[in-house]
């Protein structure tokens, strides 16, 4: 698999992931997170970092996006195969299907669902929590191959 672009454009800028955190306003961790691509949409700030020396910049910031959000769904393709064989038949309710979708996904490890996913944390334990992103979580799973019975019965 081809490497994340914004680590790329990082590296190419001999820039640390705390010296480009610094320069964006924002944290380290959200420089790891992305890198790790557990955001969907890259942090707008980060981006408007790498590209500022750029000719275009608008171009370079749109070029950018797009190849973040075109390795985020080939990871998301490589994930597949832990999604593809789930069965939420025999849950109750959409409560009790995410909890066996995760358990079947990752065990125990709220984490590694979410590595898996390629989905930030705190937005999955949003959607857990509260059902708020619920758009985006569903089209997260079926772009990892959850099958749409199944994102029926989480709907």
């Known amino acids: 698999m081809r490497?994340?672009?914004?680590?790329?454009?990082?590296?190419?800028?001999?820039?640390?992931?705390?010296?480009?955190?610094?320069?964006?306003?924002?944290?380290?961790?959200?420089?790891?997170?992305?890198?790790?691509?557990?955001?969907?949409?890259?942090?707008?700030?980060?981006?408007?970092?790498?590209?500022?020396?750029?000719?275009?910049?608008?171009?370079?910031?749109?070029?950018?996006?797009t190849d973040y959000r075109a390795w985020v769904a080939a990871k998301r393709a490589d994930n597949r195969?832990?999604?593809?064989?789930?069965?939420?038949?025999?849950?109750n309710n959409n409560h009790d299907a995410w909890y066996a979708l995760r358990n079947q996904v990752a065990g125990q490890s709220f984490s590694k669902f979410c590595q898996r996913l390629v989905y930030q944390k705190s937005l999955v334990r949003e959607f857990e929590i509260y059902g708020r992103g619920q758009p985006g979580i569903l089209r997260a799973l079926a772009?990892?191959?959850l099958s749409s019975d199944n994102l029926g019965r989480l709907a």
């Not at 306003?25 to 959200?30: A, F, K, L, S």
């Not at 195969?81 to 849950?91: G, H, P, R, V, W």
Request: glycine share 4%; net charge neutral.
């Open 143 to 145: 772009e990892c191959g």
């Open 3 to 65: 490497p994340n672009p914004i680590r790329v454009a990082r590296l190419d800028r001999a820039l640390t992931q705390e010296a480009l955190a610094r320069h964006a306003g924002i944290t380290r961790q959200v420089v790891t997170m992305t890198e790790q691509g557990l955001y969907h949409k890259v942090p707008v700030s980060l981006v408007w970092t790498l590209c500022d020396q750029a000719e275009q910049p608008d171009r370079a910031v749109e070029r950018l996006t």
């Open 81 to 91: 195969q832990y999604f593809t064989n789930i069965t939420l038949a025999f849950a």
